[in-house]
């Protein structure tokens, strides 16, 4: 049994206070598989151009990630370029070319249709329904959004809310999507409306699981070299379900500990460029640094 | 043995999203020795005006908070009032009237000058030295501060830091204080200047607590019923160091501690206006908000 992960497979041009780098392999769906990929098998549906250079894939083929699901098709690949300034959180985006991605229709293999863990990357809504029609039983549905589909696609949005187990998307995405400044109201909220988990991601400040009455917080990991910050949602995704697929069940307990594997790995993934840094981790260190991240949080009250 | 608070006792004007009250009792070291005091004797030094109303200090001599350090001096009683609009993170100060606060300096009663643990509320740098002059041996020495001081004062704010163990400021501070945007690199600039430890408090964000070289964060309580953040930082420190009195070491893990009944006392104190949420407060309601923060960030790795 695998993870299946739908999203964008893209080519990434960043600038950053650190520096700067042209058409660099990224999308959802590459940074999820990246992290994932460290924990269990990952099956890939996607779409690129001809012009993609799938030699810079080798080293997910190499951690068993099936990329059979990535169609090449004729014309550009997925292009986008942005600069973050020294406000690291949000970036400014400096071009968009969807290329052969504007007419993107997930195609899922038969040999994909009973993932045990689906995560739909941050896609058109329209596109996350449709994956859903073709996959039967899938043991966790998780998805992630943005502002964009929240505000323009939001019929869409909430028809697929009513059909997913974990919504996963960033403070300022639940506030808007609720209505709700406050999380714990704007937790139940979602939760009242389809998914029994609620992940917020708050970068810097950390992420917060909201699982049925309970809440569960883990801080943000104190870097020192935060290079870029592109695909770290994506990439704690990745450890979070990579994590849940390792510990076989989908207990309180696991989603704590997959709650902090996947800060884990959202705090590797901005150490360097792209997914150089993902693709270059060991599991020795992923596990010192949740180590770390326990020596950072827990107490014991006599 | 007890803790000694100086700083300001005021009375306070202040309109949030949620009420308005005008002339309630406030001040660093009135909400200090309401937090401090559910843990340890405590005791106070400042000064009011002739028109302070002091029956309304009658709940800190109840639970044993020694004000006869409160000097009463001919004038007018030091009066702030702010605003709080939907952001709740900072007031605008519609006025300051410092009244007999304006000629103040300490003077410590002979039987406060053996504190275990001092606080130096917010207050000019220069008075809070004052008090180092008059005080011998306090086992350990916190000092909080604000913008005004670390600009306006800076020489003498150094001067202090290098005398105190404990620096308690806000995240902007810490950053104003040391111009380093990462939190860590900052405390350590701290550290090297005096305090072998530095507790930055970050609003609904939480707190983190440098010590020697380890960190440990304290998440944001997710409070639904937030009024009133006048003196959250104030009561926040008197958890911290009533907790300490109370374990009676500086250990590690009793530092950790403090921390988290630092983050309780501030998260009960801005459920009501002014002091009125801490007045009303027992050590139970706190024991089970702690045993709530050890739910919302404890997790187990197998």
New interface residues.
């Given amino acids: 049994m695998s993870i299946l992960v739908v999203g964008s497979v893209a080519l990434d041009s960043l600038e950053t206070p650190f520096g700067k780098v042209t058409d660099v392999v990224g999308g959802s769906a590459v940074h999820f598989s990246a992290s994932a990929s460290l924990f269990a098998p990952v099956q890939v549906v996607g779409v690129v151009g001809d012009d993609f250079p799938s030699e810079k894939l080798a080293f997910l083929k190499e951690r068993e990630v099936d990329l059979s699901g990535v169609e090449t098709v004729s014309g550009e690949s997925f292009r986008w370029s942005g600069r973050y300034t020294?406000d690291l959180s949000s970036p400014e985006t400096l071009e968009t070319r969807l290329g052969v991605f504007a007419d993107f229709h997930p195609r899922i293999p038969p040999a994909f249709q009973s993932p045990e863990l689906l995560f739909l990357g941050n896609i058109d809504p329209r596109l996350q329904l449709e994956v859903l029609e073709q996959v039967g039983d899938a043991g966790l549905v998780t998805c992630d959004t943005m502002n964009y589909w929240i505000d323009g696609s939001r019929n869409e949005f909430m028809e697929l809310l009513g059909r997913v187990d974990v919504l996963m998307a960033n403070d300022g995405e639940i506030r808007q999507l609720t209505g709700k400044?406050?999380?714990?109201?704007a937790s139940r909220w979602v939760q009242e409306r389809g998914p029994s988990h609620v992940v917020v991601k708050?970068g810097e400040?950390?992420a917060?699981l909201f699982h049925d009455e309970?809440?569960?917080?883990v801080?943000g990991y104190?870097?020192?070299d935060l290079n870029d910050p592109t695909g770290a949602g994506d990439s704690f995704a990745g450890g979070f379900l990579g994590f849940l697929h390792a510990a076989g069940d989908f207990s309180a307990?696991s989603l704590?500990?997959a709650l902090?594997f996947g800060s884990a790995l959202g705090s590797f993934a901005v150490e360097d460029f792209g997914v150089s840094r993902l693709a270059r981790l060991g599991r020795e260190e992923v596990a010192h640094r949740?180590?770390e991240f326990?020596?950072?949080?827990?107490?014991?009250?006599n």
Same sequence: chains 1, 2.
């Fill in positions: 020294h400044t406050d999380l714990v109201t708050k400040h950390g917060v309970e809440i569960f917080f801080p104190p870097l020192k307990e704590r500990c902090v949740v180590r326990r020596q950072m949080t827990q107490f014991e009250i």
